[in-house]
């Protein structure tokens, strides 16, 4: 069986992805949901999944000084490419914000000082929601590695679909244009760039349709909030429309988004008689149908 899988993503955050993403997870039945903004995963507080797996994530290493051996010579300062050691009161310090984790330290210590520790509070997690299934990543603060995290997860989406005979795969990604956003969308069927009527808004959406169109995606645009700028809204139509990308809605702005996810729901479960929410199951229905 080969999986449908829907990227959406935005060139700035704050656009209201999430709000889609959980809305065209809970347009169908039986879905795979896979929240790839791993540095700021919010969608398990929206749908509160069971966490039927749980796997460490190992995004690097840092250095730590044993005071017991260390010398204070200061070597180690002289080598680090980082600036991330210093001499404080005659003391050598690691700042572990600094720190790359590249061991070099570790290597030129001629005292054995300096050991290395795995950087491994990162977390992988999957399990069931009430609309199928969910994975997610969570990045600890501070550590690094977000595109491979994102990698994990979305292997282990595909691998959940396979196991359940599960067709569709939607997936958060997490804003802007770099190496999250790549290990995001690389091999999707679908990539669906939500954007808002400002003039950053324009500017981000131009560098997130240069990325997809690199990678050949199909690539499709939701206007979010038109109404608030309704002059840009046009501007930004009329730009996809120049690189004959599809504008497949334009949804308005309505209070009624913040009370579904005060209510912890989607907008189309809390108000599936709304504007907004017709209009995105028109556009899920068009996404389904260009892959289909």
Do not use: W
């Not at 700035?12 to 879905?31: C, E």
């Not at 989406?157 to 795969?169: Q, V």
């Not at 939500?194 to 003039?199: F, G, I, S, W, Y």
């Not at 645009?221 to 334009?250: G, P, Q, R, W």
């Amino acid at each position: 069986m080969n999986n449908m899988e829907i990227a959406v993503i935005s060139g700035k955050g704050g656009t209201g992805k999430s709000t889609i993403s959980a809305a065209f997870a809970t347009l169908q039945p039986n879905v795979v949901l896979a929240d790839c903004d791993v540095d700021a995963a919010n969608l398990y507080l929206l749908f509160h999944p069971t966490h039927e797996k749980e796997e460490v994530f190992v995004s690097g290493f840092k250095a730590i000084i044993n005071k017991d051996l260390c010398t204070n010579c200061g070597e180690c300062i002289n080598y680090c490419r980082f600036a991330a050691i210093d001499e404080i009161n005659g003391e050598v310090l690691i700042n572990e914000t600094s720190c790359d984790g590249c061991k070099l330290c570790s290597r030129i210590c001629t005292v054995e000082a300096i050991s290395m520790v795995q950087e491994d509070k990162s977390r992988m997690y999957s399990g069931s929601f009430r609309n199928g299934k969910m994975v997610y990543g969570r990045l600890s603060p501070g550590e690094e590695n977000s595109g491979r995290l994102v990698d994990i997860v979305r292997e282990e989406a595909k691998n959940t679909a396979r196991a359940n005979g599960i067709e569709t795969i939607i997936i958060d990604g997490p804003p802007g244009i770099g190496c999250p956003v790549i290990s995001t969308i690389t091999g999707v069927n679908q990539v669906v760039i939500v954007t808002e009527p400002t003039l950053s808004g324009l500017h981000d959406l131009k560098r997130t349709i240069e990325v997809s169109s690199k990678f050949k995606l199909t690539t499709s645009v939701i206007i979010n909030k038109f109404d608030l700028n309704a002059d840009m809204a046009n501007e930004i139509e009329t730009y996809c429309n120049s690189l004959h990308i599809s504008v497949i809605t334009k949804l308005p702005f309505d209070r009624v988004v913040v009370d579904a996810m005060l209510n912890c729901q989607s907008v189309v479960e809390f108000a599936p008689h709304s504007e907004i929410s017709i209009l995105l199951g028109k556009a899920f229905l068009q996404i389904s149908n260009i892959n289909s």
